[in-house]
Antibody, heavy 116, light 106 residues
Framework: EVQLVESGGGLVQPGGSLRLSCAAS????????MNWVRQAPGKGLDYISF????????YYADSVKGRFTISRDNAKNSLYLQMNSLRAEDTAVYYC?????????WGQGTLVTVSS | EIVLTQSPGTLSLSPGERTTLSCRAS?????LVWYQQKPGQAPRLLIS???IRATGIPDRFSGSGSGTDFTLTISRLEPEDFAVYYC?????????FGQGTKVEIK
């Protein structure tokens, strides 16, 4: 069974940092690109980052470029999102999602709240 | 960046009814996906390639369209179908989502 489990969310002050993790199981992790998608409270889905199977192709939305870093450790079947210089508008549930084109499996999400 | 506009914003319907959701792109897209999201849950893939149902998706869900105009049809609403539906395009970088259509119980 494919499983994606996010962790690392929490309350952080503006300007602070957090590192999100996504633990994958039930499939061969290094054969799939991975993504981060976020959803602000009561809002729609916001696509923020992509990483190819071996990390040689990476994309960031303009809203997070220069502040967030996506990475993966295929040996640990894990995806990461390092988030620096956090802002109130980064408050959201962060989902990891598997896939290149369509996202066929999603984690349950981890909530990041940026507030003083 | 391609902008996807979904309409209507909200649909108020009764179980058993048929409904059609629209997703319009600001320019031609090569591939379109539909997701369903229920409160407190992650999105679930429904339709890829505009018309291909994902594994386990009942055949009351169907997708169609090409170019800039796409639709998701639910032939007969079941109680579990009341949710928010999002379209997403992936043929053109970056991938983008529509703002969602909420299907609520009337």
């Amino acid at each position: 069974e494919v499983q994606l489990v996010e962790s690392g969310g929490g309350l952080v002050q503006p300007g602070g940092s957090l590192r999100l993790s996504c633990a994958a199981s039930g499939f061969t992790f290094n054969t799939f690109p991975m993504n981060w998608v976020r959803q602000a409270p009561g809002k729609g889905l916001d696509y923020i980052s992509f990483i190819s199977r071996y990390g040689d192709d990476i994309y960031y939305a303009d809203s997070v470029k220069g502040r967030f870093t996506i990475s993966r450790d295929n040996a640990k079947n894990s995806l990461y999102l390092q988030m620096n210089s956090l802002r109130a508008e980064d408050t959201a549930v962060y989902y990891c999602a598997r896939g290149d084109r369509e996202f066929d499996f999603w984690g349950q999400g981890t909530l990041v709240t940026v507030s003083s | 960046e391609i902008v996807l506009t979904q309409s209507p914003g909200t649909l108020s319907l009764s179980p058993g009814e048929r409904t059609t959701l629209s997703c319009r792109a600001s320019q031609s897209v090569s591939k379109l996906v539909w997701y369903q999201q229920k409160p407190g849950q992650a999105p679930r893939l429904l339709i890829s390639g505009a018309s291909i149902r994902a594994t386990g998706i009942p055949d009351r869900f169907s997708g169609s369209g090409s170019g800039t105009d796409f639709t998701l049809t639910i032939s007969r609403l079941e109680p579990e179908d009341f949710a928010v539906y999002y379209c997403q395009q992936y043929g053109n970088s970056p991938r983008t989502f529509g703002q969602g259509t909420k299907v609520e119980i009337k």
